[in-house]
């Protein structure tokens, strides 16, 4: 009898007080704040992407400043062109995608066809338009729309990095100097700047010597300038790409970058891979607001270089101009998206540009300290003691790599390896985790992992070639790399013989 008395009371006091619509206005309320708070949480797990796996940053400001309410991007399609910090670029690409097991098209070798246009059948794994879904593409390739769209997903955010034409022409003789058929011809740099006509011959294919980001994004790199050509290739970069990057302010680039894929800033934290031993002049340093180069990506100092390899590269200004005239496409370019680039970091805001800039090196400064040996000096590939990942040598300057520091947690170590391992070797790693039996029945010699090597595949655009296979005895296997390079392999060591012309 009391209980009924009471909820008799209770009801009078809600109802008769209060009023039935009362009631429903506060329901409907609450429903509306709960509905609120869901959809917000919603909106905030979205905008922040979060390490899949161990953070090794120290500083609490990893995740950098507050990107508002955005959708990470997974779909990425990575033009990689030639000698242009793209490997620092697609390292960042690859540890995004391995962290949280998204997956890479990758390609059958080591490359997709080049210099042949990329064609969807060369990526491993495609079983046609939509037949299974690609979050990264990103190796070099010659750039080529319709086949790329077939791989990719229609929401895919497609970005670049170009660099300016003179600077490319150093580090491609440099590099090539031994591949490119115009490059080797040439006594140096300065003699070919002078008269490239008499070395450069536009039937042959893999020349790396003329209008190279021309080439790469899939135009005619060899047609005679016009303004109307290069207005036309400008505006297809523009229709296609969301964002083009400059290597000599590569630490801007990023920031641009992260923000355009609504990235966390930690995940465009890099030290700079490939990079080729520096003459002093040639670094720079980390002083001033907008005046960071992609060679000093790492903010630390290179050892000194071979003394013929100064002379074979060394122009004077003149002849720089002339690298420039000679790439007049690629001067352009180059000239074009430079203005688009200072116009979005003005969009951006020059204060909030310097400060995350600043805190981006901050992150990379932590990360060498607690990764890597001797306060992150980059080395020569034959003083790192773990072969596998020791970077690949081709041309006339040593690429340089990095040594772990001893002593780091599984853990640590896993996150910094990522971070130093040399863009073939990672490319394996990826490979074999997408397609396990794959690599357990035909992975590569992990001899020629350490030197940086591949066998020519099947799908080599070089008719008649096949992989090549070792003697009877053992002890000596004749190999291709992957430019068509004849690689001799005595007591697990590769070295490069001749170019197969």
């Not at 039935?20 to 797990?45: D, H, M, S, Y």
């Not at 290069?230 to 923000?259: G, P, V, W």
Request: net charge positive; hydrophobic share 40%.
């Amino acid at each position: 009898m009391l209980f009924r008395r009471r909820a008799r009371m209770l009801r009078w006091l809600v109802c008769g007080r209060v009023g039935t619509v009362w009631i429903w206005k506060a329901l409907l309320l609450f429903v509306a704040i709960a509905f609120a708070v869901q959809l917000l949480g919603v909106i905030f797990n979205k905008s922040s992407v979060h390490p899949a796996g161990h953070s090794i940053f120290l500083s609490s400001d990893a995740q950098g400043p507050s990107l508002g309410f955005c959708q990470p991007h997974t779909h990425i399609m990575f033009l990689k062109t030639h000698k242009t910090a793209s490997s620092t670029v697609l390292n960042m690409l690859y540890r995004f995608g391995d962290e949280r097991n998204l997956r890479f098209a990758l390609p059958l070798g080591y490359q997709f066809g080049y210099p042949l246009p990329f064609n969807a059948h060369r990526v491993k794994g495609y079983r046609g338009p939509r037949a299974m879904e690609f979050h990264i593409l990103g190796h070099h390739m010659r750039f080529n729309k319709p086949e790329v769209e077939k791989v990719m997903p229609a929401d895919t955010f497609y970005f670049s990095i170009i660099r300016d034409p003179a600077g490319m022409a150093e580090s491609s003789f440099a590099y090539y100097k031994e591949v490119a058929p115009a490059f080797r011809k040439a006594k140096s740099l300065g003699d070919f700047a002078d008269n490239p006509y008499r070395y450069y011959d536009s039937r042959v294919r893999n020349n790396y010597a003329r209008n190279l980001l021309m080439f790469d994004f899939g135009m005619d790199n060899n047609a005679n300038f016009s303004l109307a050509v290069a207005q036309k290739a400008e505006t297809m970069i523009r229709q296609t790409f969301n964002l083009i990057l400059l290597s000599e302010y590569f630490d801007q680039s990023m920031i641009l970058l992260r923000h355009a894929l609504c990235w966390p800033l930690e995940t465009v934290v890099s030290f700079s891979l490939n990079a080729r031993q520096q003459k002093p002049s040639d670094v720079g340093g980390l002083s001033g607001s907008f005046v960071s180069k992609a060679a000093a990506a790492a903010g630390i100092g290179f050892r000194g270089v071979r003394p013929q390899a100064k002379i074979l590269t060394n122009v004077t200004e003149a002849q720089r101009e002339k690298l420039r005239q000679w790439n007049a496409f690629d001067l352009y370019l180059y000239k074009t998206f430079n203005r688009t680039f200072w116009e979005d970091i003005k969009s951006f805001g020059y204060a909030q540009m310097e400060q995350e800039v600043s805190l981006l090196r901050m992150l990379r400064k932590e990360m060498a300290q607690v990764c890597l040996r001797d306060g992150g000096k980059p080395v020569e590939a034959r003083r790192i003691r773990d072969k596998t990942i020791r970077p690949f040598q081709l041309g006339l300057l040593e690429i340089l790599g990095y040594e772990l520091q001893p002593g780091l947690d599984n853990a640590t170590r896993t996150a910094c390896l990522r971070m130093i391992r040399p863009e073939l070797q990672y490319k394996d790693v990826l490979d074999a985790k997408q397609f396990p039996r794959v690599a357990q029945s035909g992975q590569q010699n992990p001899a020629l992992l350490a030197a940086g090597a591949s066998l020519v595949r099947q799908d080599s655009p070089r008719t008649g070639e096949r992989p090549a296979e070792g003697n009877a005895g053992g002890r000596t296997a004749e190999l291709r790399d992957w430019d068509g390079s004849r690689l001799m392999r005595r007591n697990q060591t590769l070295i490069q013989k001749v170019r197969l012309t």
